[in-house]
Each structure stands twice: as C-alpha cells, then as structure tokens.
C-alpha cells in the first residue's frame, strides 16, 4: 500500500490517478492524517509534501523514523523545495528520495518502483536472517549462538562446574519392534518436546539426542549457582514427564557435576558438545540407576542437602570406572 500526503487536494487526485491501477493508494491532506492511517494500517511507502498546515513533512518524518514499527517504511519527498539544504535535511530525517515538483509522472513512477522493490527485497533478506538466526538457536545453545554471530566463532573453553543430565528411555527397544516408524517417530518427537520444555524452565542447555537417549547441561555457557540442583530437578521432572506421554513410560537419569571442555567440532554439520570424565560418569550412571529416579555420585549428596530428597543407593559399577557409590533423588 502507497500512503500518499499533500494538503493539495490536485495534487492528491493527480498522484492518485498516477498510482492507483499498480497499487493500493491511501490519501492524507496532513501530516497528523497521515501518521494516524500509517499506524493503523502500515504502508509499504510514503509519499510526502513538505510544505502542509501543522505538523509539515519533515515534522512526518521524524515521527514514522522514531516509531519502531513504521521505521522502515521507505519516505520519498514530492515538493517544490530544491534547495541543497533542504534535500539534505530530508535525507538526514530517514528519507529514500526527494522529487521536485512540477510533477514528472514517469519519473515518479520509477523511483516509486524502485524503492518498493528494494523494500521487498530488505524484507525477504531479514526474513531469511531470521529463519537462519532461530537454526543456529536450535543447533546450538543461545549463549553460543549469541557468541557466534558477535565473533563468527565460538570458543573452545573449559568450564569447571558444570552439571550434566543424561536421560535414558527404559525398555526403548522391545516397544519399537513391535510398532511402525510411523508410531515410534512422532512418540518419541512429543517425548524430546516435553523434556526440551523442561530443560528450558530449569535454565539448562539441550546438548543433543541420541537414538532415545537425551543429554543437557546446567551452567554450560550462562552461570548459576547452583548446576547440579537444577539438572537434578529437570530430570525428575522428566522422569514424571515422560509417563504423560505413553503410560508405563519409564526413564533412567544420571546427572554429574565437575570440570568439562565446551566447543565446536565439525564442519558441514557442526555441533557443540562438552567432554571429560564429568561426561562420562553422567552416561554410566544413566545406564546402571533405577527408573524413576535420578542417580548421582554420593560424593555430590551435600550440594543437595536440604533442597531434595537425596538418600545412599549403594555401590554400583561404572564402566571404566569401577565401583563408585551412588545417590538417588526422588521427587517425595
């Protein structure tokens, strides 16, 4: 839509006839008309007097330059005014273009086309910026994503208390042979959905999936007082999840807290991951905890003393890492 502005009623009928059979024209005899119609209904471009009663084009402007949603919209000046000055001042004020009057219709008609079509253009290029930006926000995490996009890198780091969550489906195997990729893909999509949220509103980072497998991260890239808490409580919170999605539905959970190194590795198809022996043991303690619960490194049992309930769940053995003595939070 093409707002056009001039207290000349001529000069309205004249512009009007011009523009009508290309575009949808909307006419304003001021300037406090016009900013009333382009709030109301935005245009694509303004046509613009200079010289009107009250608020003049200048003054019109200025206004749709400061309004966060109108900023954009391309302004070309239609006026007698020809001095240096006065172009300059339009230009200085946000405008696109400044055509004098007496009135050259082809001309106008060019410039008119010109702009909308690079207004076009800038909208399907932030359009595209934005898909980008909301992928890169889903490949990795925001802190991340922030950092790659303010430095075209992101650094490999090492982060000495970070706590994190693996989450393990229980039985996952024996319920899929029996059910088509049809009924296993959606089911385990609406699963991952569920504990993303969760992930989410505990402040943890999603890490990745793996087959039915989930990993996260609390105090990754964003600090917080209290990581191994916080992974803790996501992960009884999925654990309570995941029955809403099937019944019956079980998972284990490991949560460690410790040293880990952070960063980028791969080209083509990039990831962000975290490594160390914190990573590790979180893995094997997914694998050996019982359902429903989540199972950490007894040695971590006082950082959550008076937050949750926490109790001694024996000896179990950790691939490669021998016997270690557990925990088990409970939701109770």
């Known amino acids: 839509m093409v707002l056009v502005v001039d207290d000349e009623p001529a000069n309205l009928e004249l512009l009007a006839r011009l523009l009508k059979s290309d575009y949808d024209v909307r006419l304003a005899r001021s300037g406090e008309k016009a900013l009333s119609l382009a709030r109301s209904n935005p245009p694509d471009l303004v046509i613009l007097d200079v010289e009107m009663p009250g608020l003049d084009g200048y003054g019109v402007c200025a206004v749709l330059a400061g309004d966060p949603v109108l900023r954009d919209v391309p302004v070309i000046f239609l006026t007698g005014r020809s001095s240096v000055e006065d172009e300059a001042r339009g230009f200085a004020l946000g405008a696109v273009d400044y055509v004098h009057k007496p009135l050259s219709p082809p001309l106008l008609m060019a410039r008119v086309k010109t702009h909308l079509a690079l207004r076009a253009a800038i909208d399907v290029a932030r359009r595209e910026k934005q898909n980008a930006d909301r992928l890169l ?34 039985q996952f195997t024996s319920w899929s042979e029996s059910l088509a990729p049809e009924e296993i893909v959606p089911t385990l999509h609406q699963m991952f959905l569920e504990f993303e949220g969760i992930t989410k509103a505990h402040g943890l980072e999603k890490l990745k999936t793996v087959g039915h497998g989930y990993m ?117």
């Not at 539905?249 to 160390?276: K, S, T």
């Not at 008076?306 to 000896?315: D, E, H, T």
């Open 137 to 170: 926000e889903v490949v990795l995490p925001r802190a991340a994503a922030d950092e790659l996009r303010l430095t075209q890198r992101v650094a490999a780091r090492r982060i000495d208390n970070m706590a994190v969550l693996f989450v393990d489906l229980c």
């Open 216 to 332: 996260a991260g609390a105090g990754l890239l964003s600090p917080t007082e209290n990581p191994l808490y916080d992974a803790v409580r996501a992960g009884l919170d999925m654990a309570t999840a995941v029955s809403q999605v099937v019944a019956g539905w079980q998972v284990r959970v490991g949560v460690n807290a410790g040293p880990v190194v952070a960063g980028i590795v791969g080209g083509e198809r990039f990831q962000f991951d975290v490594w160390g022996d914190t990573v590790n043991v979180a893995a094997r303690l997914a694998s050996v905890g019982n359902p429903g619960v989540v199972t950490i490194p007894a040695s971590l049992q006082p950082l959550l003393e008076g937050k949750l309930s926490v109790r001694r769940a024996g000896i179990r053995t950790l691939k490669g890492k021998g016997d270690v003595e557990v925990a088990e939070a409970t939701a109770d």
